[in-house]
């Protein structure tokens, strides 16, 4: 017997309800200490309908990551400058995807800091998914590239000693920086600052 319209999509959103709330346990736990009565507890589906889903609990982390690590919600996503006018425009963008992630914990009601939990869950993911580094690697290299491409439409190179393509990588190591020391300040979660950089951006 075929399944009827309402059947599927009633699993297509348990199978979803699950994989978002198992990115926000992930988020917040190490892939062992998030228990199936965690995800029951916190999805409404029984054991069984979680194993429907997924065949054990690290199938369903390497597809959270898959699904969630690898979107938006990435404090690294790549963000394509193609509609910024300005390396000073460009920042201002990733400070609006860094202001949409801080929205979302809120909205999720995730206590944790946001730049805490992404690193977290980057070395969980190193660990339990065998293709993540080379996924990673990938995502980091368009990244840069996107900060070159940045850079390249700011008028600063005759200004500067360096190239555009050294600015670049410039900004994108104080942006990392900057998420990096912000893991460790607890709930006092700031956006990027370039003004720090002083003359390296015409403002």
Not at 6 to 12: A, C, L, T
Not at 27 to 46: F, H, M, S
Not at 100 to 106: G, K, N, P, S
Request: hydrophobic share 35%; glycine share 2%.
């Amino acid at each position: 017997m075929k399944k009827s319209f309402k059947e599927k999509k009633k699993r297509k959103n348990a199978r979803d309800l699950i994989l978002k709330e198992a990115f926000k346990l992930f988020l917040q736990k190490n892939v062992e200490k998030v228990t199936i009565p965690d995800l029951e507890k916190a999805t409404g589906v029984q054991r069984g309908g979680i194993f429907y889903h997924f065949k054990d609990k690290e199938t369903l982390f390497i597809e959270v990551i898959d699904q969630y690590f690898f979107s938006e919600l990435n404090i690294f996503y790549p963000l394509n400058p193609e509609d910024s006018s300005s390396l000073n425009e460009y920042i201002k963008k990733k400070n609006e995807h860094l202001s949409h992630i801080m929205d979302w914990f809120h909205d999720e009601n995730l206590a944790t800091n946001p730049y805490a939990s992404f690193f977290h869950l980057t070395t969980q993911a190193y660990l339990y998914d065998p293709i993540f580094k080379d996924k990673m690697s990938d995502l980091l290299k368009k990244d840069k590239a996107y900060w070159r491409i940045a850079a390249s439409t700011h008028s600063i190179e005759d200004k500067l000693s360096f190239n555009v393509k050294h600015t670049g990588d410039i900004f994108r190591s104080a942006y990392i920086e900057h998420c990096f020391n912000t893991s460790y300040n607890g709930q006092n979660i700031k956006l990027f600052d370039a003004s720090t950089m002083g003359d390296l951006i015409l403002l």
